[in-house]
């Protein structure tokens, strides 16, 4: 049987099925996205469905989370198969609202997070974290979640999202979804679909290295050689540029260099690969 979500683009919309809900004593899930809607988005849908009653998804590309130079222009917007994508995983309700709506011509606020978002992306991209809390601030606000779920495969910006929640006593809980990947462990993303079969084929080894790197440092293997070995290894493979090969603590992100690991850690790993700007991570 096929679902049909609503589709709500204002907030008076909005606002209106949810009271509906909670007045129906419904407990709600959010999954924010910009679309170009992949496998990895369907499953944060699918995960949102074991906690709460009805699903919200929200689509939206956020300007703010853009840098001059950057691909906001260029970005895939695919609405209406991603509505269909969205059926077909049971969502609830799609959120899709214009930048007026969500930044309108007096809109002065701003929000700044330091700690966790610090360095790793903001190092490359500094306004990017910002952007990110503010976008993810209003659409708190206005669905009211009981649940909001992120994938790990951004996990600076699940860090970062986690922190805004407490740091503003917001009444939402935060779930982190574990990296969806294809048959040949590249993490899913909407900018895979700019490559073409030898991008892509250049693009799969970027887990090959990461998780080989990982399991260097996993059994003993200095942190800082381990981490320079996998860079020269990037580059040998044949990707233009690695912005970062870096190990934190898996919950404060703290830098962690030198010696053997001695606690779970994570390996997170930015670089370009044929003019594409790629991020993964994992756990050692």
């Not at 998780?211 to 293997?221: E, I, N, Q, V």
């Not at 690695?242 to 703290?254: G, I, K, Q």
């Amino acid at each position: 049987m096929t679902h049909n979500p609503i589709i709500v683009r204002t907030l008076t919309e909005l606002r209106g099925q949810i009271w509906q809900w909670r007045g129906g004593g419904e407990s709600i899930g959010l999954v924010p996205t910009m679309g170009a809607l992949h496998d990895g988005h369907l499953s944060l849908i699918r995960l949102s469905h074991k906690y709460a009653s009805k699903t919200v998804a929200s689509i939206f590309v956020n300007p703010a989370q853009f840098a001059p130079g950057e691909d906001f222009e260029a970005y895939p917007r695919t609405e209406a198969a991603d509505v269909a994508a969205l059926a077909s995983a049971r969502c609830d309700l799609v959120y899709i609202p214009d930048t007026h709506s969500m930044y309108d011509e007096g809109h002065s606020t701003s929000i700044k997070i330091t700690g966790v978002a610090q360095s790793l992306e903001t190092d490359h991209r500094p306004t990017f974290f910002d952007g990110v809390a503010l976008v993810v601030a209003k659409l708190l606000n206005r669905v009211a979640p009981d649940f909001t779920i992120f994938g790990e495969k951004d996990y600076q910006q699940l860090a970062t999202i986690r922190r805004l929640v407490i740091d503003l006593d917001m009444p939402v809980k935060i779930i982190g979804a574990p990296i969806a990947r294809d048959a040949h462990g590249l993490a899913l993303s909407s900018r895979n679909r700019y490559f073409d079969e030898g991008a892509l084929t250049l693009a799969r080894k970027l887990n090959v290295i990461m998780f080989d790197c990982a399991a260097k440092m996993g059994a003993g293997m200095n942190v800082d050689a381990a981490a320079a070995q996998a860079k020269q290894d990037f580059l040998d493979a044949g990707f233009e540029s690695v912005d970062y090969v870096a190990v934190a603590s898996a919950h404060s992100l703290t830098p962690l260099s030198g010696g053997v690991l001695d606690r779970t850690s994570r390996l997170l790993v930015a670089l370009h690969c044929r003019g594409v700007r790629l991020i993964d991570n994992c756990e050692i």
